[in-house]
């Protein structure tokens, strides 16, 4: 749907009217579903919406755990705006090889496409702050990363396994996806570290001798 | 669910754990569903996480109509925390006088509970910015409360009525709760008003001099 025809942009000035839009495309990531499912409905995938918010919380409750000091705003920010290309880019499951290949290429263009929607101010600043996520360089952002991955390994492990077990995914696997907790937070690593031990003992990821063809993504 | 069952509570150290079996609780979240409808896919309902997200993204892009300067970090951390108490307490449609008795004391024993899992300092802290938001008095809940009425609106405007709709519920109800967006923001209230207006028009509500009986909640 063109921008223009949504029904109440005729009735606002223009700023307000480019926010709105912009809003309203948004509510899409409700219907962008993920691997992992949900610890308290397992029959139902997460959707982006959900992820986030979840995402959200746990970084502001997790905050204390960051390996240097942080913007907490920025970081939520960060947070909230993260996953938003997927509206257009899909959600691309960390541990299969093939949904990674031209994932930066659609998420520029998604990008283009739906914060190109906000007043050209607007646009700049999550923009901004998508890139800043994408490149995990400051301490906002490598905090943020660390988190994007403790969320699903959290829905995961509560799920006995989840989408790990799903797709068949190995301990080695899993272990050097998560390892990059420890770049925001060596001491939530530390600790979630035994917690990823305990669910490879619960059968929760597949064995590493696995042969290849028991595996979907190896 | 006793916390102390959760399965990773007793291979972290006590401080997380607590932390840990909070951000697990919330999870609950994404199974309350609320009236509204979901504008991309107004089959199914929207649930409290979506919710929280949605008004969180709108809060930071809508943060510039504010009254009053507003600490946007205090307005997000508000934003997340405030609908948690509803996964004890459900959530009350504010056109359904029935659902408000006693919701108060419900939301209490729920924040009690819920808010109670985290360490008490964190409890404290989260258990101040729901109390923030529900007491409407500062700059910041003022704001929020604006956009916690201008979120639903702006999905029942986009699913053609949506819940305003199915429940019957008419302009002038409409229009008296949403008045209170001009609280928080005088200048999105006079663009929006024109908004709900065109919905009137459109009939997205029940008009006033509707019989009683073809009302849900008069």
Redesign the interface.
């Known amino acids: 749907m063109e921008p223009s025809s949504?029904?109440?942009s005729r009735?606002?000035?223009e700023r307000?009217a480019r926010?709105?839009n912009?809003?309203?495309e948004?509510?899409?990531?409700?219907?962008i579903l993920r691997q992992n499912r949900?610890?308290?409905?397992p029959e139902r995938r997460?959707?982006d919406?959900?992820h986030?918010?979840?995402f959200?919380?746990?970084a502001?409750?997790?905050a204390e755990?960051a390996n240097e000091p942080i913007d907490?705003?920025r970081v939520?920010?960060m947070i909230?705006?993260h996953d938003i290309v997927e509206i257009d880019a899909g959600d691309a499951f960390i541990y299969d090889p093939q949904a990674l290949v031209g994932k930066r290429d659609r998420e520029e263009r998604a990008a283009d496409r739906i914060f190109g929607l906000?007043p050209d101010d607007?646009e700049c600043e999550v923009r901004e702050l998508w890139e800043e996520f994408e490149a995990e360089e400051t301490p906002e952002a490598r905090f943020a990363a660390s988190i994007d991955r403790l969320q699903p390994l959290?829905?995961n492990?509560?799920t006995a396994g989840g989408a790990w077990r799903e797709h068949g995914i190995t301990r080695s696997k899993v272990f050097e996806r998560n390892s990059k907790i420890a770049r925001g937070s060596t001491e939530?690593w530390t600790?979630i570290s035994?917690?990823l031990e305990?669910a490879a003992t619960q059968g929760y990821m597949a064995p590493d001798k696995a042969q290849a063809g028991s595996e979907s993504f190896s």
């Open positions: 949504l029904p109440a009735l606002l000035p307000l926010q709105m912009f809003l309203i948004i509510d899409k990531v409700k219907t949900i610890i308290s409905d997460e959707n919406a959900e986030m918010y979840h959200a919380m746990m502001m409750v997790l755990y907490l705003l939520l920010k909230l705006v906000l607007q959290m829905c492990y509560h939530l600790h035994r917690v305990d």
